[in-house]
């Protein structure tokens, strides 16, 4: 439930006297981190950075990949015409049903073909998605890798 009247409270790190716990000893106090909006914040620091013995960040770059999930696969191959194989459980027209259209669009729960003849865009939702085909190379960029490997044909 939401208080209105609840106001965060911010401690002090540190009474200021050396040799007691929180004064001195090299422990940080808040007027040590750059202050933001009046309010005082350690500094950024990205998850899995290494640390030196006194503590220090060792800046290192962030990897600019995508991850391996099925809609980021599909993202990468945008534009590309690809055969879909969805399955609808409890139907009673169908059970299963081939799309066939250009790849436009990949969410997290959905993609988005069109038929290059007609026009016609279609919504398929990835709960019902099996798997799909495509009739040319597919760009995939696996975790870790900048690009596409190099086969071995």
Do not use: C
Request: net charge negative; no cysteine.
């Amino acid at each position: 439930m939401f208080n209105p009247n609840y106001q965060p409270v911010t401690y002090k790190i540190g009474s200021g006297q050396s040799g007691t716990y929180g004064g001195g000893g090299g422990y940080p106090t808040h007027t040590q981190y750059p202050s933001q909006g009046g309010m005082s914040y350690p500094p950024q620091v990205p998850s899995g950075s290494p640390m030196t013995t006194t503590g220090t960040v060792v800046p290192t770059s962030i990897p600019q990949f995508e991850q391996s999930y099925i809609e980021n696969i599909l993202r990468l191959n945008l534009g590309k015409v690809g055969t879909f194989y969805m399955t609808y459980e409890n139907n009673s027209e169908w059970n299963a049903k081939v799309f066939k259209g250009v790849l436009e669009a990949a969410g997290r729960d959905h993609i988005i073909i069109s038929d290059p003849t007609t026009g016609v865009r279609t919504i398929l939702l990835m709960v019902n998605f099996d798997y799909a085909t495509f009739d040319e190379p597919l760009a995939y960029q696996y975790p870790g890798t900048i690009g596409n490997p190099q086969s071995a044909r």
